[in-house]
């Protein structure tokens, strides 16, 4: 057995699940050059819901913060989530889009592109999978793990061997809701072992409590990279603690390779960042604490806590567990999606409109009718023709790629955002992000203008005799 390779997640997934994403440059600045040294397999850095927070509650350029990344860490693999059609946005976008944002985030740093659809539709990953290829990126495809009767050691095989036909590079078992459990996770590594010959990752959370113990069983039986935490920002909602993994694998034929002292130095660092984090209310000590409600219920604990808070905007958080109960009968009559963002919202969100309203489906959201409609793809069970009929009434549904259905829109957009453009990737930014961006693009401007008239100052001041 090969050593077991690292993927560390502290400047990404660690602080989007601890403190949504709120890490900033600065704070992530003075551990780089020691990261670019350890020698991790790869450095999770961007993509996610760090490109929304860079611009919304960061005020910080992300494609400035890519380059950055780039320039202090110029031996690591860096790496990105990228949700397929949707990029990293919250719509699916044409295909001349996706290859530009490929092309532009290969260009300024970015080596390995994880990339998953919310549905574990394929053909919504093949356009960002033959784009990444062809600029030279490792492109790696996650597969959306769940629970429920459809979702069987078979479905995630047949998934993986067609990942493996669309020219991934590697697969990732993408656990986001901590739903795998320890001899779940070594019999599904072992039956994709068996089914593909690309390397496999395990991507899973701390939430309840067995992420840990799902990684060893994966790692004996023949995983080949795990994603883990720096221990600062690991366990709760967030990862594994990579020091630990790194721990328990020393001196066996596991072993990481990586240096313990080395990750102890980073561990006093982000102790550091963890502090102040705490102390400006952003990290909740609740989010570090496990939660096995999600292995009950069998949804992601941050569907839980929305649905309680929209039942108690409703005045009717009495009707909790009747709403529980809702969501897997309104989860069968969408064609089982995985519960995940985004569909996991919508699922949760319909199941309380069921329930309140006293009907089911007397009031339907326009994103519930969109999954119905094929919008966002293909779900993984046919959905009931009589079902979609009640839902879509006289609209027809859509049964070939969604995307298949957008216009070429890059250049409209690029006419769009020409009058904020400062540099080419400045288009993408406003593609994903319209007023968000425009507002970032403003601040940035008014930044420079106050730069440019600070230099003129000094120069026009006369030296004093």
Same mark, same amino acid.
């Given at each position: 057995m090969a050593k077991v390779k690292i993927t560390e997640t502290v400047l990404r997934d660690a602080h989007q699940s601890l403190f949504a994403t709120r890490m900033s440059m600065e704070d992530m600045l003075p551990a780089l050059p020691l990261m670019d040294k350890i020698g991790?397999?790869? $450095?999770? !850095?961007?993509?996610?819901?760090?490109?929304?927070? !860079?611009?919304?509650?960061?005020?910080?350029?992300?494609?400035?913060?890519?380059?950055?990344?780039?320039?202090?860490?110029?031996?690591?693999?860096?790496?990105?989530?990228?949700?397929?059609?949707?990029?990293?946005?919250?719509?699916?976008? %044409? &295909? +001349?889009?996706?290859?530009?944002?490929?092309?532009? #985030? $290969?260009?300024?740093?970015? &080596?390995?592109?994880?990339?998953?659809?919310? /549905?574990?539709?394929?053909?919504?990953?093949? *356009?960002?999978?033959?784009?990444?290829?062809?600029?030279?990126?490792?492109?790696?495809?996650?597969? #959306?793990?769940? /629970?429920?009767?459809?979702?069987t050691e078979d479905y995630f095989v047949d998934y993986a061997k067609r990942i493996e036909e669309a020219g991934a590079d590697s697969i990732c078992i993408k656990d986001m809701a901590a739903l795998l459990t320890p001899y779940a996770a070594e019999s599904l590594v072992k039956a994709l072992k068996s089914a593909v010959s690309i390397p496999i990752q395990l991507h899973t959370h701390s939430t309840s409590g067995l992420s840990s113990m799902c990684l /060893?069983?994966?790692?004996?039986?023949? $995983?080949?990279?795990?994603?883990?935490?720096?221990?600062?920002?690991?366990?709760?909602?967030?990862? *594994?603690?990579?020091?630990?993994m790194v721990a328990a694998l020393q001196g066996t034929e596991y072993d990481t390779g990586l240096d313990l002292v080395q990750l102890q130095e980073l561990r006093a660092y982000f102790m550091t960042v963890r502090q102040k984090y705490i102390a400006n209310g952003?990290? +909740?000590?609740?989010?570090?604490? %496990? +939660?096995?409600?999600?292995?009950?219920?069998?949804?992601?604990?941050?569907?839980?806590?929305?649905?309680?808070?929209?039942?108690?905007?409703?005045?009717?958080?009495?009707?909790?567990?009747?709403?529980?109960?809702?969501?897997?009968?309104?989860?069968? +009559?969408?064609?089982?999606?995985?519960l995940v963002t985004p569909t996991s919202q919508i699922v949760g969100t319909q199941a309380v409109f069921n329930v309140i309203t006293g009907e089911r489906y007397k009031m339907v959201t326009k994103e519930f009718k969109d999954i119905v409609k094929g919008n966002y793809g293909r779900t993984p069970v046919p959905i009931d023709p009589e079902f979609r009929k009640k839902i879509l009434g006289d609209e027809q549904p859509i049964d070939c790629r969604p995307a298949d259905l957008i216009e070429p829109e890059l250049e409209k957009l690029k006419?769009?955002?020409?009058k904020w453009t400062q540099q080419e990737e400045d288009v993408l930014s406003y593609a994903m992000f319209g007023q968000v961006a425009e507002k970032f693009f403003e601040k940035r401007r008014f930044k420079q203008l106050a730069i440019d008239a600070d230099h003129a100052d000094k120069e026009n001041k006369v030296m004093p005799v």
């Amino acid at each position: 057995m090969a050593k077991v390779k690292i993927t560390e997640t502290v400047l990404r997934d660690a602080h989007q699940s601890l403190f949504a994403t709120r890490m900033s440059m600065e704070d992530m600045l003075p551990a780089l050059p020691l990261m670019d040294k350890i020698g991790f397999y790869s $450095v999770e !850095c961007w993509g996610g819901a760090t490109f929304d927070a !860079c611009l919304r509650f960061l005020n910080e350029d992300p494609w400035e913060r890519l380059r950055i990344l780039r320039r202090e860490m110029p031996h690591a693999k860096l790496q990105m989530l990228f949700r397929g059609q949707n990029m990293l946005g919250y719509r699916h976008y %044409a &295909d +001349d889009v996706l290859e530009y944002f490929v092309q532009k #985030s $290969v260009a300024n740093g970015i &080596d390995i592109i994880r990339i998953f659809d919310a /549905l574990n539709d394929i053909r919504n990953l093949e *356009t960002a999978v033959k784009a990444a290829k062809k600029e030279g990126a490792h492109a790696q495809i996650a597969i #959306s793990y769940t /629970l429920g009767e459809v979702f069987t050691e078979d479905y995630f095989v047949d998934y993986a061997k067609r990942i493996e036909e669309a020219g991934a590079d590697s697969i990732c078992i993408k656990d986001m809701a901590a739903l795998l459990t320890p001899y779940a996770a070594e019999s599904l590594v072992k039956a994709l072992k068996s089914a593909v010959s690309i390397p496999i990752q395990l991507h899973t959370h701390s939430t309840s409590g067995l992420s840990s113990m799902c990684l /060893l069983k994966a790692i004996e039986a023949g $995983v080949d990279m795990i994603d883990t935490a720096l221990s600062p920002l690991a366990l709760g909602t967030s990862h *594994t603690p990579t020091e630990s993994m790194v721990a328990a694998l020393q001196g066996t034929e596991y072993d990481t390779g990586l240096d313990l002292v080395q990750l102890q130095e980073l561990r006093a660092y982000f102790m550091t960042v963890r502090q102040k984090y705490i102390a400006n209310g952003l990290l +909740d000590p609740k989010m570090l604490a %496990a +939660d096995a409600n999600a292995l009950i219920y069998q949804v992601p604990g941050g569907m839980l806590s929305n649905l309680l808070s929209q039942l108690k905007q409703a005045g009717k958080s009495d009707k909790f567990e009747e709403v529980l109960k809702e969501v897997p009968r309104v989860r069968a +009559d969408a064609g089982y999606p995985p519960l995940v963002t985004p569909t996991s919202q919508i699922v949760g969100t319909q199941a309380v409109f069921n329930v309140i309203t006293g009907e089911r489906y007397k009031m339907v959201t326009k994103e519930f009718k969109d999954i119905v409609k094929g919008n966002y793809g293909r779900t993984p069970v046919p959905i009931d023709p009589e079902f979609r009929k009640k839902i879509l009434g006289d609209e027809q549904p859509i049964d070939c790629r969604p995307a298949d259905l957008i216009e070429p829109e890059l250049e409209k957009l690029k006419a769009e955002a020409a009058k904020w453009t400062q540099q080419e990737e400045d288009v993408l930014s406003y593609a994903m992000f319209g007023q968000v961006a425009e507002k970032f693009f403003e601040k940035r401007r008014f930044k420079q203008l106050a730069i440019d008239a600070d230099h003129a100052d000094k120069e026009n001041k006369v030296m004093p005799v």
